[in-house]
């Protein structure tokens, strides 16, 4: 039962992994949310350096366009 959950943890993260690179080039998927939410569910540590470098881009972007509108 336990190694069924990790199999499905590892489909669900590459799943949204693939999903978030198809939502980079489509406007109406949130390709970096997508991404970051696959990397979260696979919780491999070799993807943590990954996960905070995507999120430190996402936010920087947040705040740039807060302070344009």
Known sequence: M?????LLKKIAGYSLIGLGVIGLFTPFLQGILLIIAGLT???????????????KKYQE?????????
């Open 41 to 55: 569910a696979l919780g491999d540590d070799r993807y943590k350096k990954l996960l905070d470098k995507l999120k």
């Open 61 to 69: 972007r947040k705040r740039k366009n807060s302070k344009t509108s």
């Open 2 to 6: 336990k190694k069924f959950k990790k």
